[in-house]
């Protein structure tokens, strides 16, 4: 496809979905507004391990270690601040820290693929059972009591900047979480476009040619997963915000392996393609816990092996690949053999 076609694509599927979340609330009932707003912030969780592994080749099964993180670092500022603002921003520093500390020595420990899940799933393991035995009333970080497994209630939710007198309404609660995912969307666009994006692309192809060009794929690996921690941490604490409470089971291993679903079905390497697997999934969960006639996980294991055997690629990939199979090839067909590259160019050709 022409790149110009490609980008004004692009430019109108970016005008299109703003025009479309501004307009969602005065079209949809508040229930419906509350789930699309917690589906807003799954997929940002989503496009936090798309991006690592998808492009970054690092398949971490303890996102939700980044997720919970951040999801704790909020609520437990927003109780001492009493504002959102600087929580929202300790819910990105405090996982970013955290995946910069675990990622130095899992990468510049050159620690194998296999040996990274392990590791990062027994974290996720860690710090579930460390938060669920924090209950009593000596376990508390400032005005903040952890709760132990019965969690945080009553968080406060999002404020207008620096103004904790202004609470947002669940309208706008719905436009900031789907904006910053909008942000985080078109910010990962523009990173994969830019040199840095093609040399994390680079590092998770080939590490020995990389690190030949003059680039260290440890550091790369390592930058990236702290990116992908802190985008994690985002959505924790636009997850606290949705439900105003926070516990433990934000860091369980079901839905570790619920983000694995969505970007299997939505398809590995895109970015859309997670956001899409993470919506239809979180649809079909909620829509069987509210009929309970079926267990979620065990539909989830077969809408797995369903897209696994027949849908391999996803299904954003698959239907780009069946569009662009029914856009006419423009490209001009030549009949005689192509000159070599030694061949000198007529004149005027450049």
């Known amino acids: 496809m022409d790149k110009r076609l490609l980008l004004a694509l692009q430019a109108a599927g970016t005008v299109v979905a703003i025009g479309v979340i501004a307009i969602v609330p005065s079209v949809i009932e508040?229930?419906?507004?509350?789930?699309?707003?917690?589906?807003?912030?799954m997929s940002v969780?989503?496009?936090?391990?798309?991006?690592?592994?998808?492009?970054?080749?690092?398949?971490?099964?303890?996102?939700?270690?980044?997720?919970?993180?951040?999801?704790?670092?909020?609520?437990?500022?927003a109780v001492n601040f009493q504002d959102s603002t600087p929580a929202i921003l300790?819910?990105?520093?405090?996982?970013?820290?955290?995946?910069?500390?675990?990622?130095?020595?899992?990468?510049?420990?050159?620690?194998?693929?296999?040996?990274?899940?392990?590791?990062?799933?027994?974290?996720?393991?860690i710090l579930f059972n460390s938060v669920n035995s924090t209950s009593g009333d000596a376990y508390k970080i400032g005005k903040a009591l952890l709760g132990g497994f019965n969690g945080m209630p009553a968080v406060p939710t999002f404020n207008m900047p620096f103004d904790p007198s202004t609470?947002?309404?669940?309208?706008?609660?719905?436009?900031?979480?789907?904006?910053?995912?909008?942000?985080v969307f078109l910010l990962l666009r523009l990173l994969l476009a830019l040199?840095?994006?093609?040399?994390?692309?680079?590092?998770?192809?080939?590490?020995?040619r990389a690190s030949l060009l003059g680039y260290d794929p440890r550091l790369v690996k390592c930058l990236t997963f702290i990116l992908g921690g802190a985008i994690a941490g985002l959505a924790g604490a636009l997850y606290v915000n949705w439900g105003a409470f926070v516990s433990p089971t934000i860091f369980s291993l079901s839905?570790?392996?619920?983000?694995?679903?969505?970007?299997?079905v939505g398809g590995l390497g895109t970015l859309l393609g997670p956001i899409i697997g993470?919506?239809?999934?979180?649809?079909?969960?909620?829509?069987?816990?509210?009929?309970?006639?079926?267990?979620?996980?065990?539909?989830?294991?077969?809408?797995?092996?369903?897209?696994?055997?027949?849908?391999?690629k996803g299904i954003f990939p698959t239907a780009r690949d069946l569009v662009m199979r029914l856009i006419p090839d423009k490209k001009p067909k030549t009949n005689g053999p192509v000159p070599s590259a030694a061949a000198p160019h007529p004149a005027g050709a450049e």
């Open 195 to 208: 040199p840095a994006g093609r040399i994390i692309v680079a590092v998770r192809e080939n590490e020995v």
């Open 255 to 264: 839905l570790s392996a619920e983000i694995i679903i969505w970007i299997t």
């Open 278 to 312: 993470c919506v239809v999934i979180e649809y079909i969960v909620a829509y069987i816990g509210s009929q309970q006639l079926l267990n979620s996980n065990l539909v989830l294991g077969g809408v797995l092996v369903v897209f696994v055997l027949l849908l391999p």
């Open 30 to 41: 508040l229930f419906g507004l509350m789930q699309l707003t917690l589906f807003a912030a």
């Open 90 to 125: 300790l819910a990105i520093v405090v996982p970013a820290l955290f995946a910069a500390i675990l990622g130095y020595f899992i990468f510049f420990g050159r620690i194998s693929d296999v040996y990274l899940g392990v590791i990062t799933l027994t974290v996720t393991l």
């Open 45 to 77: 969780l989503a496009l936090s391990l798309a991006f690592i592994w998808g492009y970054g080749g690092i398949l971490s099964f303890g996102q939700t270690a980044f997720f919970g993180l951040g999801g704790y670092a909020y609520a437990i500022a």
């Open 167 to 183: 609470v947002l309404s669940p309208e706008q609660s719905w436009w900031t979480t789907a904006y910053v995912l909008l942000g």
